[in-house]
């Protein structure tokens, strides 16, 4: 078993609302056994970087180690970056999952976690039992 996990910054918020939806089964696959290692193991320590991780190795979209293309790379890294300034802490930080998920359950509720997924394509999955006056863009 892996004893830290790579996690890219905006993963932190699907990783809370994960329902078993992805782009294909491997990757399903290897979500889900990221969010039940994190589960199993709270102390488990996960360094947070704005680059492809644990969970992108079975993307589609992740092509040698970039989000396909220039222009998705730059906004998916944009969109990590976000969430690192509104966490507080810089890039390659290393927590354990209890104390991130603590820092994220603080800094990131619903609605801001709304905003910085605006065109993520999962969107209307994570947020479908949010309050009704945050609509869909």
């Known amino acids: 078993m892996k004893r830290k996990l790579i996690i890219r910054a905006h993963h932190l918020m699907c990783i809370q609302r994960f329902e078993g939806y992805g782009y294909t089964e491997e990757f399903v696959e290897n979500m889900q056994y990221i969010v039940d290692m994190i589960n199993k193991n709270p102390d488990i320590q996960i360094t947070i970087v704005t680059e492809c991780d644990d969970i992108c190795t079975f993307c589609p979209s992740n ?3 970039k989000c396909r293309g220039d222009l998705l790379d730059n906004h998916i890294t944009y969109m990590d970056q976000q969430v690192l ?3 507080k802490i810089p890039e390659n930080t290393t927590l354990n999952a ?9 800094y990131l509720p619903d609605s801001v976690a709304f905003e910085i997924c605006d065109e993520c394509i999962w969107k209307h999955i994570c947020f479908k039992n949010i309050s009704t006056h ?4």
């Open 63 to 65: 092509i040698n180690g």
């Open 85 to 87: 300034d509104k966490l």
């Open 98 to 106: 209890n104390e991130i998920f603590q820092i994220t359950g603080k």
């Open 134 to 137: 945050m609509q869909y863009k």
